[in-house]
């Protein structure tokens, strides 16, 4: 047990710094050994701060080598110096500092700070990394000019970056070189980085609207070089768009990204110099799934955006991270739609969101969209500040139209540049651009949890009305026990036995603005309220929360047939997906329930609606490719667990398996008929129709394996032969593998053996045959991830392969992790409790399953919370892994 109990710090008592620093200047020797940094900060006290105030600059893991003001190096009894912070009680109103530490990149596991991946040096400052490097008021409302001169062995580290221009460089003795980047614009700490090693680059440029020529450049390891295409493409892409849609041009010489092997995150938006996990962006058809391609091209136009939205104008405090996130995440997403399929990347984005943050946001780690305190930031990277955040600007801009929401973001860029602001500074900018009142609205941030709609519809045939009566509530969470009416958009139409109906509200003049379109938004802002439809001519169907226009629970009681109509009849693609959605949901809804009463579903029958619902997808070839493949997607075990209160792992797992055999039986010709229909000879290309008529292809694939016959067999092994791209391959190899016949074992094992043998070259690649091994849902689970962690493929150091083998494992094979004998739970608390040395963050986040341990049964919460306790006596137990477990236990 920690013999401390790390503070929390909290919103409430944010207070502006006693120091600004207007200039830094940096010097980094790097050598293997020990990387020596000297830091020259001009101080300058802030105007509020009191006379004498002390200097308290951040500051850990390093050693400290000399500190001196305006020159004069201190004595020791001149400051203070604790394993976090280094204070000089008395100063001057303004002074240089200098300060040399001394740093051990190579001994830096943590990923955070200056470390060492591979052969390269790189850093990772946000959220607070820089304290790793030297001793600085480390906190993104102090923003300063950076200047940075890197001295290094010329042959090892050839390449030499850092943010801003290149403004000077020359040769040192001993083989050495130096060069010195300057960043015009001011910054925060967190946006800092440096990068050194021996690498290639990918060079375009990009003419910007005003007509200045823009270098792009994106730097690889050799070998990755042909794997940058996409990348540079998605970039130039993302450039052309935020022009357009914000307005937004780029405002340096050169942009550069860095590819990196072992990275916390997908990537990191530092000023002129992303650096990136090699997962987002490397990308070939040979070694990279469509999935793979889509998240390059999401996450180049996200880091890219956070220029604007995170650069120009920043965060005052950790407490307005959604600031940034949320707003560049809802910034990617709708650049996405516009690359690819907007329903389809809509349809994601919300599975993401209902699977993942509403369990978040269920479970203890619950926390608003601005927190209003944390033990450790990192552990606040979360679903709920990125893709809710991203919802509630989303709602934002649905609320104002277009147009206004534009004026607000160009009135909120204007008025904050080169700030570090809040999200109340946000919303106030939208509020002056459209003169609506958003007070209510903001509760989205304030207030955790996921709002429950209860929706009733009468239609009264007589008088021609439909009456809409909903109800909102939300349950409490850790945050507060009572929670205040939330502002609610409600996007819904009425849908008739031959398509949507046009819309007359009572007591608004047209309806509503779409009115004609046959949708309208209804505000709700009580608990309570009712909507009458006139001029109802037949009994309609009502398609809810159109577009998923808020992020809410819906209860809206449709029979299986009012389902099936909107299934084929709305206007609204998310509406017709989540009716698909909603009818697996009942069906498999009724095999739970039996498999509960009976321990087995042997020749339980199949609710035939839904068998003729996906016939009929199947069979019509006008249907739009990427919304049939939708469609036929069933509820995930992860959707159905978290719709479930109490989790039945068993009865889940074989009732959602009973019904993919069932469908695959029914509709044996059908399934045939698609895989044929859709495998083509084109050469691969990664735009939305491909990828619809791949996802197609292999989901059908997937249900033919499941008959395990021999020409089924010979179907996956075929493909996994003979496709010339990754998203094939590894669909028939994720079919060999899940395989039970003896037949598909035999060639399994072969195919496992001849893909790393391929690919063994490609860590990328290796995660993925790591990843489809984990996710094997036969039985012996366990003891084939505990052998793959012995594998030379995998590497606890690198976070890619924790995530590939021991994620994939604990999130998305259930059957297996949440075995009876608590024996995966002990598994999981044993691979955390290593992290914990070598990676407090991964480890944090490695935590999560475990932390969900109120959604099972009392055997299980017992087996978990004995897991979570045997990891809070850890000695030496991080902040990060410590906050997770003990709120989680409390
Ligand atoms: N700011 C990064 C992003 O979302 C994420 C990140 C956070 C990366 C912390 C590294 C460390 O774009
Ligand atoms: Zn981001």
């Not at 160009?410 to 109340?424: N, S």
Request: aromatic letters at 8%; one cysteine or more.
């Amino acid at each position: 047990m920690k013999d401390f109990q790390p503070r929390a710090i909290l919103l409430r008592d944010y207070r502006a710094p006693d120091y600004w620093i207007d200039k830094t200047d940096l010097h980094f020797s790097l050598a293997e050994e020990a990387t020596d940094v000297t830091a020259e900060l001009m101080l300058r006290r802030n105007a509020e701060a009191a006379a004498g105030a002390p200097l308290v600059l951040h500051g850990q893991d390093m050693e400290l080598i000399e500190v001196a003001v305006d020159g004069r190096p201190l004595a020791p009894r001149e400051y203070q110096l604790t394993d976090e912070l280094l204070t000089l009680p008395q100063v001057p109103a303004q002074f240089k500092l200098t300060c040399k530490t001394r740093l051990k990149p190579a001994q830096n596991t943590s990923l955070e700070g200056l470390y060492k991946s591979h052969s390269m040096y790189c850093t990772q400052c946000e959220a607070e990394g820089f304290r790793k490097i030297t001793y600085y008021l480390d906190r993104p409302d102090v923003m300063s000019e950076f200047t940075t001169t890197i001295d290094a062995d010329r042959s090892r580290y050839p390449v030499l970056l850092s943010n801003g221009n290149l403004v000077d460089r020359g040769e040192g003795d001993g083989g050495r070189h130096w060069v010195r980047w300057h960043d015009p614009f001011k910054k925060p700490a967190y946006l800092f980085a440096l990068v050194a090693g021996d690498l290639c680059a990918l060079d375009d440029t990009f003419t910007t609207r005003s007509g200045r020529e823009v270098t792009l450049r994106i730097f690889v390891e050799a070998k990755d070089l042909d794997k940058c295409d996409h990348a540079m493409a998605s970039l130039k892409n993302a450039m052309a768009w935020d022009e357009k849609v914000y307005g937004r041009e780029y405002d340096l010489d050169i942009f550069m990204i860095v590819a990196v092997d072992d990275f916390n995150m997908g990537a990191m938006e530092n000023k002129g110099l992303n650096i990136f996990n090699t997962s987002c962006v490397l990308a070939k058809p040979e070694t990279t799934t469509d999935a793979g391609f889509q998240r390059v091209e999401a996450v180049v136009a996200h880091e890219y955006f956070h220029n604007w939205s995170g650069n120009r104008v920043t965060c005052r405090d950790w407490f307005q991270l959604s600031l940034k996130e949320g707003f560049t995440v809802f910034r990617d997403a709708e650049f996405s739609a516009d690359m690819g399929s907007p329903t389809v990347k809509r349809v994601e984005d919300v599975s993401l969101l209902r699977t993942l943050q509403f369990a978040e946001d269920a479970g203890p780690m619950s926390h608003p969209v601005q927190p209003a305190s944390f033990i450790e930031i990192s552990n606040f990277y979360t679903l709920t500040i990125y893709e809710k955040g991203a919802e509630v600007v989303r709602m934002l801009r649905n609320l104002l139209g277009a147009a206004q929401f534009r004026r607000g973001s160009d009135l909120y860029f204007e008025r904050h540049d080169g700030q570090a602001v809040t999200i109340d500074d946000f919303v106030k900018a939208m509020e002056d651009a459209s003169g609506r009142d958003l007070g209510q609205f903001k509760r989205w941030y304030s207030q955790a949890g996921t709002p429950v709609l209860e929706v009733d519809g009468v239609y009264d045939a007589g008088r021609e009305e439909f009456t809409l009566t909903v109800s909102q509530s939300c349950p409490p969470t850790p945050d507060s026990e009572t929670k205040l009416a939330f502002h609610i958009p409600l996007a819904v139409g009425l849908v008739g036995e031959a398509g949507p109906l046009a819309l007359r509200l009572r007591g608004s003049d047209s309806g509503t603005g779409e009115a004609d379109q046959g949708s309208c938004v209804l505000e709700l802002t009580k608990p309570q309220q009712t909507f009458v439809f006139e001029g109802v001519a037949e009994k309609p169907v009502p398609s809810l929360l159109r577009g998923f226009s808020a992020p809410v629970k819906l209860h809206y009681d449709y029979s299986r047939d009012d389902l099936m109509r909107l299934m084929s009849r709305d206007s609204d693609g998310f509406c017709r997906w989540d009716a698909s959605q909603q009818l697996g949901v009942a069906v498999i809804g009724d095999l739970i329930d039996r498999y509960g009463k009976t321990g087995e579903l042997h020749r339980e029958p199949a609710d035939p609606r839904l068998l003729s619902a996906h016939r009929e997808l199947l069979d019509d070839d006008s249907l739009d490719r990427a919304m049939v493949a939708l469609m036929l997607r069933l509820p995930t075990e992860a959707y159905l667990s978290e719709l479930a209160d109490t989790v039945d792992v068993e009865a889940i797992h074989a009732a959602r398996q009973h019904l993919r055999k069932a469908l695959a039986l029914a509709l044996a010709e059908q399934w045939e008929r698609v895989y044929h229909g859709n495998c083509s000879d084109e050469a691969y290309r990664a735009d939305a129709g491909a990828i619809a008529r791949r996802s197609l292809k292999n989901t059908a694939l997937g249900y033919l394996a499941l008959r395990e016959d021999d020409n089924s067999l010979e179907l996956c092994r075929t493909q996994f032969e003979q496709a010339d791209n990754m998203t094939d391959v590894l669909a028939a190899l994720a079919c060999l593998v899940n395989g039970t016949s003896a037949a598909a074992t035999a060639a399994s094992t072969a195919a496992l053996a001849a893909f790393y043998q391929r690919w063994q070259h490609e860590p990328l690649v290796v995660n993925q045959w790591l990843s489809v091994q984990a996710g094997c849902v036969a039985p012996g689970g366990l003891a084939r991830v505990k052998a793959l962690l012995q594998h030379p493929g995998f590497d606890i150091k690198n976070p890619n392969k924790v995530r590939a083998l021991i994620g994939t494992f604990c999130n998305q094979n259930a059957i297996n992790f949440h075995l009876k004998s608590g024996a995966g739970y002990r598994f999981l608390a044993d691979q955390i409790i290593v992290l914990n040395r070598l990676n407090p963050q991964i480890a944090a986040r490695m935590t999560t399953p475990l932390t969900k341990w109120q959604k099972y049964d009392p055997q299980r919460q017992i087996l978990m919370k004995s897991e979570l306790e045997r990891i809070l006596i850890e000695p030496d137990l991080s902040k990060d892994v410590y906050e997770v477990v003990s709120k989680s236990l409390r």
